[in-house]
């Protein structure tokens, strides 16, 4: 199971950003897709998560209503469309699947800042 993240970067309050993960090593179609993050001095939190074909999504509090999570199974590939962005979404994102919840990527780090 690989897992590269990648789209982050440095926004001012109120931007947006989108974030990507590309994902190899077992079949993608097949299993539930999850972003997560991690802010320093924090424990990691889930962020959202969507179904095996993108029919169910679900959100944290805390990022509903500003973010979509996505995903394009021909790809490989989940989204995660952040707007709206506070300085309190700092952190280092991660994707994650569910059912190989011990495999992480390196994450994608976003700060925002004026």
């Known amino acids: 199971v690989q897992l590269v993240e990648s789209g982050g970067g440095l926004v001012q309050p109120g931007g947006s950003l989108r974030l990507s993960c590309l994902a190899s090593?077992?079949?993608?179609?097949?299993?539930?897709m999850r972003w997560y993050r991690q802010a320093p001095g924090k424990e990691r939190e889930l962020v959202a998560s969507?179904?095996?074909?993108?029919?169910?999504?679900d959100y944290a509090d805390f990022v509903k209503d500003r973010f979509t999570i996505s995903r394009d199974n021909a790809k490989n590939t989940v989204y995660l469309q952040m707007n709206s962005l506070k300085s309190e979404d700092t952190a280092v994102y991660y994707c994650?699947?569910?059912?190989?919840?011990?495999?992480w990527g390196q994450g994608t780090q976003v700060t925002v800042s004026s």
């Open positions: 994650n699947v569910p059912v190989y919840s011990d495999y």
């Open positions: 090593g077992f079949t993608f179609s097949d299993y539930y």
């Open positions: 969507i179904s095996e074909r993108g029919q169910r999504t």
